[in-house]
């Protein structure tokens, strides 16, 4: 399972959790960013910059997934691409986008997108927390498991 990280948004606690991930299962590890971002110097992790513009990153994503690999992204439309792929996507709170959520998802993503065009204040998402954090590295522990089970 190859791992691609939506990382210019993308917390760097979450950033160091997948790194020592890598690290401990020697799994191919991509960072993708318009802008460079320093990654520790293990062969099966590398960084991607692709040229600033508006979701460049969410494209050269879309464009080298697989299917099985796993897409670290808050982004719904990048995710509901990926899961089309029969790839996985999950977000840095450790949500689990799949077939059968995406949907709804990105309904809910459309209409508050709809609702901050008209003006209303929709506020923003919470903080990021401890509880966060911990979610995503369970999920991505379930994650790498069940795909070192499949042997791949």
Known sequence: ??????????????????????????????????????????PQVRMIQVPGGFDEADKYIAAHVQAGDLVITSDIPLAADVVARDAHALSPKGELYGKENIRELLDLRNFMDTLRSTGVDTGGPPPFSMADRQSFANRLDRLLHASAQRGG
Request: net charge neutral; with cysteine.
């Open 1 to 42: 399972m190859h791992i691609w990280v939506d990382a210019d948004a993308c917390p760097a606690v979450i950033k160091d959790i997948l790194f020592r991930a890598a690290e401990r299962t020697g799994g191919a590890l991509t960072l993708v960013a318009n802008q460079y971002l320093r990654v520790p110097a293990l």
